[in-house]
């Protein structure tokens, strides 16, 4: 064989070589995108399984409400790539949500109250499936990073077919939602509802434990931890407190010449004078039978001694159930030294104390700089419920 035929065969082997390396360089390539979707497959399959796994841990785990919202937003505006998040919760009685949870929001956002009827919630609720929806400069809620989102993934979320509330994922661009996301979406919502009722459920039966059930007013263990609370506001804000105490005066008299049913009856109208009288951020409560309370965060002791007058003046000047005309005797104490806080309560009883011994229907202002008051003897006229 000639050295031509040697260089022909040579060079023919060499291509053939050459296209089978490349055959085996295309298959290699399509195996490779064959493993990365596998693994994305596997990925996103470990993802949806870890946000509903993490969910379910929170029907179990948790009662409190606002950890179970969170718990959804995160996990599933992690999943979906949303930039923020807000979960809103159905009012009874309002066609109307409030956002109850949310993350990357300013915190004065836009589109703390939705209506049901008006987008961005209608057409994702009229469809019971979680949409991508428009949101204009009305709707947009601001977000912690600066700027606003342009669009809103809308899962509704329902039990029993009851409308329960509604998650939004902010999203910065439109995006079609696959079969897969909405069924994982669909399941974060079945979720959620369970654990949001759950909670609920808990709330209410914790509202019910602090809650005097014949005037709906906070009762003596509520006022108790709302007064801790306030105390230890106002040593952090460095501000004082009042504290009032209030009694309904010759209840006893009311019992035994018109009933208990009766007595009742005026106990829940006196309740909602003192709660009307009340500014919003007071707390009014029940202490026990006849006597009510009152906490007065930031207020001095001539604000106090207005608002007690005003509230004095507004239940004598009331007609009660039975046309019943009656009076409150009130004790007020007030500070500023986070020293004579615990002190409160006992002051304000005793000038109560004093009001009722200086012939009822007035107002007796405690006087925190004296000695720390002592118990006095029973109160004229003792008068049980």
Request: proline share 4%; with cysteine; charged share 25%.
């Amino acid at each position: 064989m000639d050295l031509a035929a040697v260089l022909l065969v040579t060079l023919v082997l060499l291509v053939a070589a050459f296209i089978l390396l490349l055959i085996s360089l295309i298959r290699l390539r399509g195996a490779t995108r064959e493993l990365e979707a596998a693994l994305a497959d596997e990925s996103g399959a470990r993802d949806r399984a870890s946000l509903l796994l993490a969910m379910a841990s929170a029907v179990n785990s948790s009662l409190a409400l606002e950890e179970v919202l969170n718990v959804a937003l995160t996990h599933a505006g992690r999943i979906m790539g949303a930039v923020a998040g807000a979960m809103y919760l159905v009012r009874t009685g309002k066609a109307e949500m409030h956002r109850e949870a949310s993350y990357n929001l300013t915190n004065r956002a836009r589109g703390a109250v939705r209506k049901v009827d008006e987008e961005p919630l209608r057409s994702a609720l009229a469809a019971l499936r979680p949409l991508v929806v428009k949101l204009d400069e009305r709707t947009a809620p601001g977000l912690d990073a600066g700027g606003h989102p342009m669009h809103a993934l809308v899962v509704p979320i329902q039990r029993s077919g009851q409308l329960m509330g509604a998650m939004e994922l902010y999203l910065n661009a439109w995006r079609e939602l696959s079969e897969d996301q909405a069924d994982l979406l669909n399941g974060v919502a079945s979720q959620a509802a369970i654990a949001i009722r759950h909670a609920q459920l808990f709330e209410a039966q914790e509202e019910n434990a602090l809650t005097d059930e014949l005037t709906k007013l906070p009762n003596r263990r509520a006022l108790a931890q709302q007064f801790l609370r306030e105390m230890q506001r106002a040593r952090r804000n460095h501000k004082g407190i009042t504290f009032v105490m209030i009694d309904l005066d010759h209840f006893k008299q009311v019992n035994d010449t018109y009933g208990h049913l009766n007595g009742d009856a005026v106990l829940a109208e006196l309740a909602s004078l003192l709660s009307t009288g009340a500014r919003e951020s007071d707390v009014c409560a029940r202490y026990g039978g006849e006597e009510f309370a009152l906490i007065l965060p930031e207020t001095t002791e001539a604000g106090a001694r207005t608002l007690a007058e005003r509230i004095r003046a507004k239940v004598a000047a009331a007609t009660f159930p039975g046309g019943l005309k009656l009076t409150i005797s009130v004790g007020v104490a007030a500070t500023t030294e986070p020293a004579l806080f615990t002190q409160l309560i006992d002051r304000a009883d005793q000038a109560l104390y004093a009001a009722k011994q200086g012939g009822r229907n007035q107002v007796r202002i405690a006087d925190m700089k004296g000695p720390a008051p002592k118990p006095h003897p029973t109160r004229p006229e003792a008068e049980p419920v």
